[in-house]
């Protein structure tokens, strides 16, 4: 039921009686990222397979051992930032097991081995990151996604932004009818 | 967008003094490796020193006798020409080394970012987005014309795959790699040009491979020096000492380490400051960057939070500084455009300059040091330090020159005036804290400068001269480089060349002089050996230079005035004519002075001075013609401002220059005419002679002759032209008149100027280091005096007064020991109960009065040597010397812990010797301790001499030590005449008071 919800564009949710709903982050990332920036869907992807491949939102270290002096430039697109968002967010409100729950699940393949395996590139799944929230949670999300944001570089105004969508598609899970094809 | 036919300016300037930090810190490095490593060329050379009675510590001094005269010389080259070329070939690996480190650092670093991008880039069909990144990078890279090696290759990451910042990476005769990560593919098409714009500004600048290997520097430093001092490790006993050795030197890499991240931190800004305005330039627009960047944090803002809290806002404003100063990259602010030429006016403000003055310096101590090691450099002595100035004088120029040349025009383009007290400030204290400070771990295993070793104990006098030198040589660069046309002017490559080669001439002339002048005036404070060597330093040494500097300014002016600000000029005439009137007042004034008096003239002194007053008077007019031209505001109402008289410097100092080489010719002839030196090479000195003494004058009065025509720029607002021509020839006149007539003796060449300067090594070499003093018995005491009566302290004092006289000259007055001896832990056991029993019945005999006198002397070639003379009055008679005797006896051969030395502890001897003459009871005892310290023998001699006069127990004793072996039978000798000497010189001073 929950993979077939990451794979719901409009946000893979499960509503359940008195408000309370099981969402999957992932999804709701993906929906907020086609609501306002399509074009940035496949980046989102592949935020999301990394993610899922284990790595942390600053990937390792560059520079230290010289070689290279950067930009200075770090532009912040939703489609990257919406996943560390959510999840610091769900982290703070819901608490850190859902993170851990989250990266100790058991897991598919990885990417560079199916690709091994089948020798060219396949469109990639994104990983599932369910959790279980009420309204109240759904309001403290909202404002955890505005600290998160700006602590990730975003603008006040941006985070803001970005915490409504996200808030909206939290709504839409929580009001819209279940949509279950089993 | 506009056309990308402009490359981003190159940085050469200062990536050379990064270089060149790098360089010096590795010769430092090297040397205090070589140091720590192994003894063995010092020790050699110290032993031989040692060997011929010469100390090495006296040749520090600028005063050693061992160093006026050319056997002198050969005896101490003999034997340090070893070690000298031991130390020379350390710090030149050393000086290769560290650079060639950070080279490596550069690519292994950049064979890592290779690694790990391989097989980890995006694939190039992954997706839209990175196909269409990659056909805009594809097509910048054509439109900026990037073919064959120079056309980088994208490679696209994962998004956080390497941070989420563009980079650039290189490696020397490799393509360049653009990374790029995936999220920039999505930017809008604008701000993707832009990043793709910044990093291809860094290919096409060619400093990719100089901004990697720049990442090392300042983390090097400090791990490289503890590396090289790590073989100290191997004296656990002496960690203390070296500890106290080597933490300056440790504190001063410190601090240069953070000077250098800084320089740093803001070449790598420099570099994304000129990659951005590329960008900038290309597109046409700062919108996208803008955006980019996003809206940088209010300043106001900022500082509320920052000022609102005592000591954690103290703190946060450090770290704050901090992390500014060692960013890579620029504000938001400055990327954005908001001060456009804020980059470059750093460029040439007071920090690059004061890091310019210390490397320049440091450059010429340790090539000063590197070119002394040849036979050569030595035996013609002054060379080797003018070859180091030399290079020290190009660093300065190349790096000051463009980067104060950058800062008037930005200045002149905002119709604005630089402010100079910054740039000349920063000279000024650069310059002097290179001149004080070395490399650390270079030379002598100090944080002390090289050249400053000279002037121990009389750095002041050094510091104030070498101030006021720097600040004549920065007006003057500033002067050059205010008057280079702007870019793009076909003159602009000769004048900065001209500017360059006449700064360096002036830099490499001044410090040596300088520092001579000072090597000749502090040993005996001798103005008449100053005068002299100044007017002769020109003839002898810098034969060209002030053709050098004419040359030089002469080009610049001339491109000045072909430039687009070149002054509005009504008439040359009043110029010309302030130049002709010049040449001739000091050309006739100086040869009559020299035709009506050399008849007169009956010795060498005598035509000395009549020589140095005539072409004094030649260089007088051409410092007159150029104040008097400094001063003369032109015509154009917008160079009003005082800063506008900077650019008039060069033609002013042209002008003086051909005014005193014209008025020396006119000299010539007027001697000619008389029946006197037709010769060329009398002309040419004639014209050269007055050009040096102007160059002299410029160096010393530059700063202050620009300040007052600032000044008086801002008051007087017409120029009289009419009254300079006639003004300056008065003063002229005057001038010689006062000069003839001996009014202005400081300046003048003194009667016996000339023989004293011949005369001085001789006479410093004729002085012996101490006079030996006859040993000469007390006579017949007279009618009732009592020399063993008991003495109460003034009367002791009495006895010691005058004691002074015997010693040789040069001798300084020690503070009173008051301490308490502390217990030895002394082995065998019995000697140090021995001493112990000596020194507490010593304690617990009452007495009536006990006083000593302290002094330091120099001994034969110890230049530190303690004597002790002292007188204790007891009140009951000693009876004779048992107890010294049981302690010598007892002490034949004892064993002392000492912290100094290799094994911790130092080996010596206890011993009676002969007793000195004289009509009392005597004893003499010698304590001599062995050391070796890190494999280098060190010997410690205390002779002790006493003789008892009834109540009374006089006192001699004499400490020395020795490096490389024992003092000399000779100096031995002078050292046992000496306490004899000083014994009975008491003594008779006892016998012959009356009792009070």
């Known amino acids: 039921m929950v993979d077939r919800a990451a794979q719901d564009a409009d946000g893979g949710h499960t509503p359940a009686a008195d408000g309370i709903a099981t969402v999957d982050l992932v999804g709701v990332a993906r929906s907020v990222v086609v609501a306002t920036v399509p074009e940035q869907l496949d980046l989102l992807t592949e935020v999301a397979t990394r993610w899922e491949a284990g790595a942390g939102p600053d990937g390792p270290r560059r520079g230290w051992t010289g070689g290279s002096v950067g930009s200075g430039i770090e532009p912040l697109l939703l489609g990257e930032v919406i996943l560390p968002v959510l999840l610091g967010a769900s982290a703070e409100v819901l608490g850190d097991a859902v993170v851990a729950a989250w990266h100790s699940r058991p897991r598919p393949v990885r990417r560079w081995r199916r690709r091994a395996r089948s020798g060219r590139d396949e469109p990639v799944a994104l990983p599932a990151a369910p959790v279980t929230l009420d309204a109240s949670q759904a309001e403290a999300l909202r404002s955890a996604c505005v600290r998160h944001g700006a602590a990730l570089g975003l603008s006040p105004e941006e985070a803001t932004v970005l915490a409504d969508a996200v808030y909206g598609a939290l709504c839409r899970a929580m009001t819209e009818p279940r949509r279950d094809d089993d | ?996």
């Open chain 2, 1 to 996: 967008m506009t056309s990308a036919a402009v490359s981003p300016r190159r940085l050469s300037s200062l990536y050379l003094l990064v270089v060149v930090a790098l360089a010096l810190l590795g010769g430092g490095a090297a040397t205090a490796l070589r140091d720590a490593s192994s003894a063995r060329h010092p020790a050699a050379a110290i032993r031989c020193l040692a060997e011929r009675g010469i100390d090495s510590a006296a040749l520090q001094g600028v005063d050693s006798v061992w160093l006026q005269t050319a056997a002198g010389r050969d005896q101490v080259w003999a034997c340090i020409a070893g070690n000298a070329r031991d130390l020379s070939w350390w710090m030149l690996l050393g000086a290769v080394l560290l650079p060639a480190a950070a080279l490596l650092s550069m690519i292994g670093g950049g064979l890592a970012v290779r690694w790990r991008l391989a097989g980890s880039a995006v694939s190039p069909a992954a997706g839209a987005a990175s196909g269409r990144a990659r056909d805009r990078f594809e097509h910048w890279c054509d439109r900026l014309g990037l073919t064959g090696r120079r056309r980088p290759r994208l490679v696209i990451t994962p998004p956080s795959r390497y941070g989420r910042q563009a980079f650039t990476t290189g490696l020397p005769f490799r393509a360049p790699v653009v990374v790029v990560p995936l999220s920039h593919a999505y930017l809008e098409p604008a701000q993707f040009d832009v990043v793709v714009l910044h990093e291809l500004a860094h290919v096409r600048a060619r400093d990719v491979s100089w901004a990697s290997a720049v990442w090392w520097t300042g983390w090097l430093n400090v791990p490289v020096l503890l590396l090289a001092l790590s073989p100290l490790v191997r004296w656990p006993h002496q960690r203390s000492g070296i500890f106290a050795v080597y933490l300056p030197v440790l504190a001063l890499a410190v601090v240069l380490s953070a000077v250098v991240l800084g320089l740093r931190a803001a070449l790598l800004r420099r570099r994304e400051i000129a990659a951005d305005r590329y960008a900038l330039d290309v597109l046409g627009s700062a919108d996208a960057l803008r955006a980019l960047l996003g809206r940088p944090a209010s300043g106001a803002a900022g500082r509320g939070r920052v000022a609102r809290a005592g000591v954690a806002g103290l703190a946060r404003r450090v770290v704050a500084s901090t992390r500014r100063g060692i960013a890579v990259h620029p504000p938001a602010a400055v990327r954005a455009d908001a001060d456009p030429v804020a980059p470059q006016r750093w460029e040439g403000g007071f920090a690059v300059t004061a890091v310019a003055g210390v490397l320049a310096m440091s450059t010429m101590q340790s090539a000063y040091t590197v070119l002394s090691a040849t036979d050569w450099a030595w035996r013609s002595g002054r060379l080797s330090l003018d070859v180091a100035a030399a290079l020290g004088g190009l660093l300065w120029a190349c790096v000051v020159v463009p980067a104060w040349r950058r800062r008037a025009r930005i200045a002149a383009a905002a119709g604005s005036t630089p402010s100079w007290s910054g740039p000349i400030a920063g000279a000024v204290l650069g310059t002097v804290a290179g001149f004080l400070t070395q490399a650390p771990g270079g030379g002598a295993a100090s944080a002390r400068g090289l050249v400053p070793v000279l002037f121990a104990g009389r750095l002041m006098p050094g510091v104030g001269v070498l101030a006021v030198v720097t600040a004549g040589t920065a007006v003057l660069t500033a002067g050059l480089a205010a008057a280079v046309p702007a870019a793009g002017r076909p003159e602009r490559a000769w004048a900065v060349a001209a500017a360059v080669v006449a700064v360096a001439t002036a830099w490499a002339t001044a410090f040596p002089t300088a520092i001579w002048m000072l090597v000749g005036y502090l040993p005996g404070a001798s103005l008449s050996r100053v005068r002299t060597s100044l007017m002769g330093a020109g003839l002898w040494e810098w034969r060209w230079a002030p053709l050098l500097v004419l040359a030089g300014c002469t080009l610049v002016a001339w491109a000045h005035r072909r430039g687009p600000d070149a002054p509005v000029v009504r008439s040359r005439w009043p110029g010309l004519a302030v130049i002709g009137v010049a040449v001739l007042a000091g050309g006739v004034a100086a040869g009559l002075t020299w035709q009506l008096r050399i008849g007169a003239a009956d010795s060498e002194d005598a035509v000395f001075v009549l020589v140095s007053h005539r072409s004094m008077i030649c260089a007088f007019a051409g410092w007159a013609a150029l104040a008097v031209l400094l001063f003369a505001r032109p015509a154009d109402p917008a160079s009003s401002s005082p800063a506008r008289v900077l650019p008039r410097v060069p033609s002013a100092l042209a002008a003086g220059f051909a005014t005193a080489a014209l008025a020396g010719v006119v000299l010539f002839g007027i001697a000619a005419a008389g029946g006197r030196g037709r010769e060329v090479d009398v002309l040419v000195d004639a014209v050269r002679w007055p050009m040096w003494q102007l160059l002299v004058a410029v160096v010393l009065t530059l700063p202050g002759l620009a300040a007052v025509a600032a000044r008086a720029d801002r008051l007087s607002r017409r120029a009289r032209g009419w009254a300079a021509g006639p003004g300056t020839g008065v003063v002229i006149t005057a001038f010689s008149a006062a000069l003839v007539a001996g009014a202005i003796p400081p300046l003048a060449v003194g009667p016996h100027d000339w023989s004293d300067y011949l005369a001085a090594p001789h006479a410093k070499r004729a002085a012996p280091a101490v006079a030996p003093t006859p040993s000469t018995p007390p006579d017949d005491p007279p009618p009732g005096a009592d020399p063993g009566r008991p003495l109460d302290d003034a009367a002791v004092g009495a006895a010691l007064t005058g004691i002074h006289r015997l010693l040789p000259a040069g001798y300084r007055r020690l503070p009173d020991d008051t301490d308490a001896a502390k217990p030895l832990k002394l082995q065998p056991e019995a000697c140090r109960q021995a001493l112990d029993r000596s020194t507490d019945a010593q304690r617990a005999r009452p007495r009536t009065a006990d006083t000593a006198r302290r002094y330091t002397i120099a001994l034969g070639p110890h230049p530190e040597v303690t004597v002790e003379v002292g007188i204790v009055s007891y009140r009951t008679p000693v009876p004779d010397f048992t107890l010294y005797r049981e302690a010598t006896a007892q002490c034949g051969r004892l064993t002392i812990p000492s912290r100094a030395s290799d094994t911790g502890t130092a080996e010596g001897s206890y011993t009676e010797g002969p007793p000195p003459r004289s009509p009392y009871p005597g004893f003499r005892s010698d304590f001599t301790l062995t050391a070796s310290v890190r494999t280098l023998p060190v010997v410690t001699m205390w002779l002790a001499e006493y003789a008892l006069a009834g109540h009374n127990l006089v006192s001699v004793s004499i400490t020395m030590s020795s490096s490389g072996g024992p003092p000399t039978e000779a100096t031995r000798r002078d050292r046992d005449r000496l306490a004899e000497a000083l014994l009975n010189a008491v003594l008779q001073r006892l016998r012959h008071d009356p009792p009070r």
